[in-house]
């Protein structure tokens, strides 16, 4: 598996009021992975 560093905008999550537990984004990116997406931003 090779790293792609892509520059982009800070939005999504982060824009959010409150804070979203890591295992919650944890079940989130499991779920686009699994979905097919190749590109995620997580922070």
């Given at each position: 598996?090779?790293l792609k560093l ?11 009021r ?6 919650t ?7 686009l992975i699994?979905?097919?997406?190749k590109?995620?931003d997580a922070?």
């Amino acid at each position: 598996m090779a790293l792609k560093l892509i520059e982009c905008p800070r939005d999504a999550w982060q824009g959010l009021r409150h804070q979203i537990p890591a295992d919650t984004k944890v079940h989130y990116l499991r779920a686009l992975i699994g979905a097919g997406f190749k590109h995620l931003d997580a922070v």
